[in-house]
Structure formats: C-alpha cells, structure tokens
Nanobody, 122 residues
Framework: VQLVESGGGSVQPGGSLRLSCAAS????????MGWFRQAPGKEREGVAALGSDGTTDYAGSVKGRFTISKDNTKNTLYLQMKYLKPDDTAMYYC?????????????????WGQGILVTVSS
C-alpha cells in the first residue's frame, strides 16, 4: 500500500487548498480513507474519514469548511479545504484502513502517507 500526498503549500487566512492522495497497491475502492493532521507541538488528530459506502466523519473544527471525497477511477482521495484559518496549519497525512474495521476519524488507520505541509498565514 502506497499513499502519496500532494497539493499542500502556503495560503492566506480565508483561502482554499485542495489536497490529493494518490493510492496504489490495494483495492482502493473498498478501503476506509482518512485525512489526519499534526500541528507543531500537538498530537495528531483525525480531520475527516470516508467509508467505501460514502459515509463521512469530520472533526468538529473542520465541519462545514473541509470536504473529503475520492475518485475511484483515479485511485485518488481529496480534501477540499475552504475558509482556512491559522489553526489549520499542520502536516497533513493521508491514511487507509482495511474494510473489516469501523471507519471514522478515531479509527486505528493502518497505512500512512509521508505527509504534506499546509501553512495558513498572512
């Protein structure tokens, strides 16, 4: 299983970014997929999760601003981020979990990407 994130960078408060995660090495469409982040000096936290049946789970801090989605034809997971705040600054990680387990932001994901940096600053 390989997960490779892209699309990070710097943006001003109130701006938008879309992260992508290219997946390979497994039956992508059947897995639970998620986005996590870790800010400097803080623990990693779940941001959003997407089940194979389309169900979603979001952290309260991003609900209404972030949208998780995927394109099974491209084996790619997305995180559309809008109305970004300085508190959203973090390393963002894509993760995958086999379909046998419950899918949510508090699930124990098994496979991880290397992460990509998002900086929100004026």
């Amino acid at each position: 299983v390989q997960l490779v994130e892209s699309g990070g960078g710097s943006v001003q408060p109130g701006g938008s970014l879309r992260l992508s995660c290219a997946a390979s090495g497994y039956t992508y469409s059947s897995y639970c997929m998620g986005w996590f982040r870790q800010a400097p000096g803080k623990e990693r936290e779940g941001v959003a999760a997407l089940g194979s049946d389309g169900t979603t789970d979001y952290a309260g801090s991003v609900k209404g601003r972030f949208t998780i989605s995927k394109d099974n034809t491209k084996n790619t997971l997305y995180l559309q981020m809008k109305y970004l705040k300085p508190d959203d600054t973090a390393m963002y990680y894509c993760a995958a979990l086999r379909p046998f387990f419950r899918c949510g932001i508090f699930s124990e994901f098994e496979y991880w990407g290397q992460g990509i940096l998002v900086t929100v600053s004026s």
